[in-house]
């Protein structure tokens, strides 16, 4: 009896999406609430140590809000995968659920809110802690799965890309076309945020909130069933 068709693991391409979507959420962010990251964390750590030094120009209450919400929603995220590790696709669907649920509630918040500038208001905080909140909790998933793709560390995906090239001295990885990938989806997503930030946004976290879902929701569709 012939064997199924091999598929291909359509995590990848999902990890690539992510990417964008840390670039989307990362320009909203930094332009709208503040000079402040809600996914990638060592900017906001840099930024704290600048302010200690008396830089000036920058948010610490912004930064600080960021990291403690990230810090929440990787716990949760962990937690979350530790009960449902047996359950696979429901774990999946409800971090997905919930981190979009996160990233719409910050959406509304946002209704009406222009880009703070050195001057944010509360919103701009509440508005940094549910997407900082939900990039926790979204990051603490894909560290779960293991990928061949961070999601939000851009510089060793970088360093890894270098690595496994020919001009690093690697032999070649079938990873390294989604690690480009993942490269320019960051930047392409941090170019989309900035643009629809200009319309409003409510409409950019909408778009982040929609990639969440539907990037992983389509992984669980696309994915191997359940034994």
Do not use: K
């Amino acid at each position: 009896m012939p064997g199924r068709p091999h598929r291909p693991d359509p995590l990848p391409r999902t990890l690539v999406v992510l990417t964008a979507v840390t670039g989307a959420v990362d320009a909203v962010a930094y332009l709208g609430l503040g000079q402040v990251f809600t996914a990638f964390m060592t900017g906001n750590i840099l930024f704290l140590g600048f302010a200690l030094a008396g830089g000036v120009g920058l948010s610490p209450i912004g930064s600080g809000t960021a990291l403690a919400a990230f810090a929440v929603g990787a716990v949760a995220g962990s937690r979350l995968g530790a009960a449902l590790s047996a359950r696979r696709r429901r774990w999946l669907f409800a971090s997905a659920t919930l981190a979009a649920a996160l990233l719409v509630a910050a959406a509304l918040t946002a209704i009406g809110l222009r880009p703070a500038g050195q001057d944010p208001e509360t919103r701009h905080y509440i508005v940094t802690a549910l997407i900082a909140l939900a990039m926790g909790l979204r990051s603490a998933t894909m560290w779960r799965l293991g990928a061949v793709l961070n999601t939000t560390l851009v510089t060793g995906t970088l360093v890894t890309l270098i690595r496994h090239s020919a001009l690093g001295g690697g032999t070649g990885d079938p990873g390294q076309r989604y690690r480009a990938a993942g490269l320019l989806a960051v930047c392409v997503g941090a170019a989309v945020g900035a643009a629809l930030l200009r319309l409003s946004m409510t409409l950019a976290l909408l778009l982040a909130a929609a990639g969440v879902l539907g990037g992983i929701g389509s992984y669980v569709l696309r994915s191997a069933p359940e034994s």
